[in-house]
């Protein structure tokens, strides 16, 4: 019983934690540009292709693999920065029209992937072991871990970013108010560059680390945005941690009624509990910081 | 100081100002009256450069200011108080006063000019040292815009621009407001202050600029213009009473 409990805790735990880490970076966006960036699953997906490609067609170590990836990703999010974000800001378009944009982008990143990579399901080598590791009456493995560490360490880096530095200061007043942000000498483009760069960044971190344990296809983005999604709006869509928390509270009833119901039922069955928070809490189980904004 | 030279200006291709000219001397305080919607605020937003101006010059100490970036305004040291004062609500008061510094903040002795800025606006506004950690969202609005003002002055600005600073508040607080304003006038700094309460606004100023729907319709001394009867009627209405 209490192992069942468990395994399915630590599963739970272990795809939470990308969700959370996507729904991180959703709101990293969201808050200082006030656009869903409907993108964000495709940078996951990127980084376990990137895995895949630089790892087994290119066969390099993965600290280089790593490193290629990551100059992959953060330029997919400058790609997206410049060739949608800022045409469409300049010609003040309404944010959900930026939004319908990144949508745009998203099919554009899915499109070259397919070319690049083709349909199949492709193994995506683990950077770490996937030898089973016992802790206790628990068997798991470091890739498992590292997610879980990865999650961990990504909160606290966003934490100190935005709550420790002059310029996560800069960043949290952009997505107060852009305008008076501006009146202050700050110059918001950078800042949304900035928070596209970073999500990218830590949203491909994700994909490569979850890669091997999702298995990696040119398709796993639209999901993957679309569980990122759901953390962000579950948690609260104005905090990053918020977001981060409703992607772990996703993954753990994921697989808890996987468990102990059908993994058939566990997907309706959240959007249905979201759908019922939601309509007691508009802004989030966590999200009072968007309440209060103005 | 700054001087503003046939300008026409507006948003998205709407003129808002219709060949406006205006001089900002040095360490005087230049009052823009007029009724809503006269274009008072149109002139500070295109000083800090946010509305397109289609021709005409503003030069600031004899630059040319009028195709840059906001940011590079604020960097020249013009700063604006907005109007509806505009701090950030879910920030603390210490934080909105850390963004106004941010001109200053690359700056090598910037340990320093932040003390000396902070022990400066503490000392105009002393109540704001308690509040530091306060959200300022949740101050009353004489407090708001106090912050706002004090964010400005942070940067240590050359010319200040306060665009309807008494928008909303108790007529005691407004009379606080504007003496803080003939203050920072006499420690040397040159202030713009757009205002619909014609009457406090002209009494303060040295010059005095009267709009009405566009144009710059009379111009000259704060005082002379406040007790001229033919304006009061025809551009400043029942504004100049209250």
């Not at chain 1, 949608?84 to 959900?96: F, G, T």
């Not at chain 1, 959240?270 to 939601?278: E, G, T, Y």
Request: charged letters at 15%; aromatic letters at 10%; proline letters at 4%.
């Amino acid at each position: 019983m209490l192992i069942k409990l468990s395994y399915l805790l630590l599963a739970g735990l272990t795809n939470g934690s990308v969700y959370g880490l996507i729904g991180l970076s959703l709101s990293i966006i969201y808050g200082s540009s006030r656009v869903i960036n409907f993108a964000q699953g495709e940078f996951a997906m990127l980084g376990a292709m990137c895995a895949f490609f630089f790892m087994v067609s290119a066969s390099l170590p993965w600290p280089l693999a790593m490193l290629a990836m990551i100059v992959v990703v953060v330029l997919a999010a400058l790609a997206l920065d410049y060739g949608i974000y800022r045409p469409l800001v300049r010609r003040r378009a309404a944010p959900l029209t930026i939004m319908i944009g990144t949508l745009a982008g998203a099919i554009i990143l899915y499109g070259l992937a397919f070319v690049v990579w083709g349909p199949e399901q492709k193994f995506v080598p683990p950077v770490l072991s996937l030898e089973p590791l016992r802790i206790g009456f628990l068997i798991t493995n470091s890739q498992q871990l590292s997610l879980i560490g990865l999650f961990i360490f990504f909160l606290m880096l966003t934490w100190y970013i935005l709550y420790r530095t002059r310029f996560g200061l800069s960043v949290r007043a952009t997505g107060v108010n852009p305008r008076t942000a501006l009146l202050m000498g700050i110059r918001s483009e950078r800042i949304v560059q900035f928070s596209f760069m970073f999500s990218a960044f830590i949203s491909g971190v994700a994909g490569m680390m979850i890669g091997p344990l999702l298995g990696g296809n040119v398709g796993m983005g639209l999901l993957l945005t679309v569980k990122g999604f759901m953390a962000a709006i579950f948690g609260g869509l104005g905090s990053p941690f918020a977001a981060a928390a409703g992607g772990l509270a996703i993954g753990m009833m994921e697989a808890l009624m996987a468990g102990y119901g059908t993994s058939l039922y566990a997907e309706p069955s959240i959007f249905v509990f979201i759908l019922m928070v939601l309509i007691v809490r508009p802004y989030g189980l966590l999200g009072d910081y968007e309440a209060e904004r103005r | 100081m700054l001087n503003i030279d046939n300008i026409v200006a507006g948003y998205n291709t709407s003129v808002a100002l219709e060949n406006v000219s205006l001089d900002i001397p040095e360490g005087k305080i230049v009052s823009v009256v007029g009724a809503n919607g006269a274009g008072k605020s149109t002139i500070v937003n295109a000083i800090s450069r946010l509305v397109s101006v289609y021709s005409g010059a503003i030069r600031f100490d004899g630059k040319d200011i009028t195709s840059m970036r906001p940011t590079q305004v604020v960097e020249l040291g013009v700063v604006q108080v907005p109007e509806g004062r505009d701090i950030f609500p879910p920030l603390t008061v210490e934080e909105n006063l850390r963004l106004g510094f941010h001109r200053l903040a690359g700056r090598k002795d910037a340990a320093r000019r932040y003390e000396e800025r902070f022990s400066y606006v503490t000392g105009l506004f002393p109540i704001l040292r308690e509040r530091l950690k306060q959200r300022a969202g949740t101050m009353s609005g004489g407090e708001q815009q106090m912050v706002a003002i004090s964010r400005a002055l942070m940067a240590d600005p050359r010319l200040l621009m306060l665009d309807e600073p008494s928008l909303g508040l108790a007529p005691m607080i407004v009379d606080q407001i504007f003496d803080i304003l003939a203050r920072l006038r006499s420690d040397g700094l040159t202030i713009l202050l757009v205002e619909q309460h014609a009457d406090e606004a002209l009494k303060l100023a040295d010059y005095g600029y009267v709009m009405g729907t566009g144009k710059v319709r009379a111009k000259g001394r704060g005082e002379d213009l406040r007790t001229d009867p033919t304006l009061a009627q025809s551009y400043l209405g029942r504004m100049a009473e209250g």
